[in-house]
């Protein structure tokens, strides 16, 4: 037996405990998704490279390490976590190693009617609710690691915003990994449900407090019914030995809006897929993100915009900048089915390269099955402009100043589309100063 399939039957053993363990106090419903999906996670197995969606990424590294489900760690004073406190005035749910933390949080000028809680305490709350939507967006049929979320679902993040409802202040839900004597996993599972004509920001940060192997294995579903807004945004600062692999599944109602911006400046190896349904007619879509790597770090990012309606736009932006031997993914599809006439798609992937030995595989991709649209893809890695450093040089600024503003300059189309002045100024500081934001 090798060690990945020894792996999955231990898995499988340390979930059916797992299962056992929570039987009592867990609805049938849901019982029967974790252990459907624990099945599924053992027959697919981890993937490899000879699957297309997983080819350019290997994960043997993270399919034959033994990790064991996180524990509920030692308490967190407010001052260790406030450098991830993005700001003080926004709704905060904080989650450390998985488990909800409620003196941390903070969610008390949520508007009434309004929910922003932990899925454990929802699960109780709202039961009709969550049974109504969990597991009903981010399919785990083919999907290795989100079966492995839904198989150990505990935790995580619940917001429910009523129709008619605006949430003025943003919702930040931060996700904190500790050091542990031995690699750990854990499995946040995120519900976010916009109902008809409201209006919400979100976002989730994924940070570690040390070096140390772990596994952050994240699933979020987002509903946005019709006429609602979603704003999205995520920042990804695992530590420098830490695995993050992640699914943002949304679903878009008649004439909505959501806008995701993905930051990923962490992590060994990460892996963030984002896949979006427009789902009826005048939705919007406007996907961006921006990963930088450098040393062997390895960033995948995986897109899918389905247009199965007519009438729908969408827009995407990935930016990426690698330097020493770090590697970066790109491989987005945009999907028009065959009866979304008038759909308006664009896609691009730009990559700068700060090295030689830096590479970028990227892969954008059209899939068009109907005749009147307006599609558009394409990808251009290139370089630091040497006429534009010179120029730089020659008035005086420093080679390392002059690399960093061209760097910034590239980044930040990114950057400013930002509406969030913390998050905005966050990633600003890092792009000019190279700070990670544990030092912010």
């Known amino acids: 037996m090798i060690a990945s399939d020894h792996n999955i039957q231990r898995i499988s053993d340390e979930c059916a405990q797992f299962h056992a363990d929570l039987e009592s106090a867990t609805p049938p419903w849901l019982t029967g998704l974790r252990r459907d999906a624990c099945r599924r996670f053992a027959d697919l197995g981890f993937p490899t490279t000879r699957q297309e969606e997983w080819r350019f990424t290997n994960v043997k590294c993270i399919a034959e390490t033994e990790f064991t489900l996180a524990k509920i760690a030692a308490p967190l004073s407010r001052e260790t976590i406030s450098p991830f406190v993005l700001d003080e005035d926004y709704l905060r749910l904080v989650f450390v190693n998985g488990h909800y933390v409620g003196d941390l949080s903070a969610t008390e000028a949520t508007p009434q009617g309004a929910v922003v809680s932990c899925l454990s305490a929802a699960l109780a709350d709202h039961p009709a609710l969550i049974e109504d939507h969990l597991g009903q967006l981010a399919s785990d049929e083919s999907a290795c690691f989100a079966a492995l979320n839904s198989a150990f679902i505990r935790d995580g993040a619940f917001i429910h915003v009523p129709r008619g409802v605006v949430v003025e202040r943003p919702i930040h839900l931060l996700f904190i990994s500790t050091d542990n004597c031995s690699p750990t996993a854990s499995h946040p599972r995120n519900l976010i449900i916009a109902q008809r004509?409201?209006?919400?920001?979100?976002?989730?940060?994924?940070?570690?407090?040390?070096?140390?192997?772990?596994?952050?294995?994240?699933?979020?579903?987002?509903?946005?019914?019709?006429?609602?807004?979603?704003?999205?945004?995520?920042?990804?600062?695992?530590?420098?030995?830490?695995?993050?692999?992640?699914?943002?599944?949304?679903?878009?109602?008649?004439?909505?809006?959501?806008?995701?911006?993905?930051?990923?400046?962490?992590?060994?190896?990460?892996?963030?897929?984002?896949?979006?349904?427009?789902?009826?007619?005048?939705?919007?879509?406007?996907?961006?993100?921006?990963?930088?790597?450098?040393?062997?770090?390895?960033?995948?990012?995986?897109?899918?915009?389905?247009?199965?309606?007519?009438?729908?736009?969408?827009h995407e932006l990935y930016k990426g900048i690698l330097d020493d031997r770090a590697k970066g993914v790109f491989n987005g599809k945009i999907y028009v089915h065959p009866n979304a006439?008038?759909?308006?798609?664009?896609?691009?992937?730009?990559?700068?390269?700060?090295?030689?030995?830096?590479?970028?595989?990227?892969?954008?991709?059209?899939?068009?099955?109907?005749?009147?649209?307006?599609?558009?893809?394409?990808?251009?890695?290139?370089?630091?402009?040497?006429?534009?450093?010179?120029?730089l040089r020659s008035r005086g600024i420093s080679e390392d100043l002059a690399r960093s503003l061209l760097v910034y300059a590239f980044a930040n189309e990114i950057a400013s589309a930002l509406k969030l002045e913390a998050v905005r100024e966050h990633i600003e500081r890092f792009l000019l100063t190279g700070q990670s934001l544990t030092e912010l």
């Open 197 to 314: 004509d409201t209006q919400a920001t979100i976002i989730e940060s994924y940070v570690g407090l040390n070096d140390g192997v772990y596994l952050t294995n994240a699933v979020t579903e987002v509903s946005v019914a019709e006429n609602a807004v979603v704003d999205h945004c995520k920042l990804q600062q695992e530590s420098a030995d830490g695995y993050h692999v992640a699914t943002t599944q949304v679903r878009q109602q008649r004439a909505s809006r959501f806008s995701s911006h993905y930051f990923s400046l962490g992590g060994q190896l990460v892996r963030n897929e984002v896949d979006v349904t427009l789902d009826d007619e005048g939705c919007v879509c406007t996907l961006g993100g921006l990963y930088i790597a450098a040393g062997n770090q390895h960033m995948d990012n995986r897109t899918r915009i389905d247009h199965a309606k007519p009438h729908c736009d969408s």
């Open 341 to 391: 006439q008038k759909t308006d798609a664009k896609q691009s992937n730009r990559v700068l390269l700060l090295s030689d030995d830096a590479v970028i595989d990227t892969k954008p991709q059209l899939e068009i099955y109907a005749d009147d649209v307006k599609c558009t893809h394409g990808a251009t890695v290139g370089q630091i402009d040497e006429t534009a450093l010179y120029y």
